[in-house]
């Protein structure tokens, strides 16, 4: 019984793991953990969890559309309010790299007054400044701030 296969099978069985095997196993759980964990936080601070926008995220959105001078994009990111034809024919089919931002919180949290930098190849800087605020046009947007015109 003792040459047998299944002898050999029943005393392995018993046998513990070598200590060095176990201490690789829990060293592998444990970077695995640490590392599903900064990826976790990671991803919290960039906002990949939230369903709402920041103010610069509306921001980013709004710079981006006029560097490309993209009339639908600049539609999306501005809010309604009266200037808001002028705004967008002010960018729209031209193009600019914005330079500076600089923002201000205003009385409300919620609301920054922003001024942007810009320059156009071939002519001076130019400078604009605008309102981010909470939209309250249409809840289904993807973006929750607007961008519009300061007064």
């Not at 005393?11 to 690789?24: L, N, T």
């Not at 922003?114 to 400078?127: A, H, K, N």
Request: aromatic share 6%; hydrophobic share 45%.
């Amino acid at each position: 019984m003792r040459n047998s296969l299944m002898a050999a099978i029943e005393d392995r069985i018993g046998v513990p793991a070598s200590p060095s095997a176990s201490r690789r196993r829990w060293l592998f759980i444990g970077l695995a953990s640490g590392l599903l964990l900064v990826c976790a936080v990671a991803a919290a601070m960039l906002g990949l969890f939230s369903r709402h926008a920041s103010p610069n995220a509306a921001l980013d959105a709004y710079t981006a559309a006029v560097s490309a001078g993209d009339r639908d994009a600049l539609d999306s990111v501005i809010g309604d309010s009266q200037q808001r034809e002028a705004l967008i024919d002010r960018h729209a089919d031209k193009p600019m790299t914005p330079t500076k931002m600089s923002m201000e919180m205003m009385i409300s949290s919620a609301w920054w007054t922003v001024e942007i930098r810009y320059e156009m190849p071939g002519q001076d800087p130019y400078s604009e400044h605008v309102l981010v605020h909470p939209r309250t046009d249409s809840p289904d947007r993807p973006i929750d701030y607007v961008v519009e015109p300061a007064p």
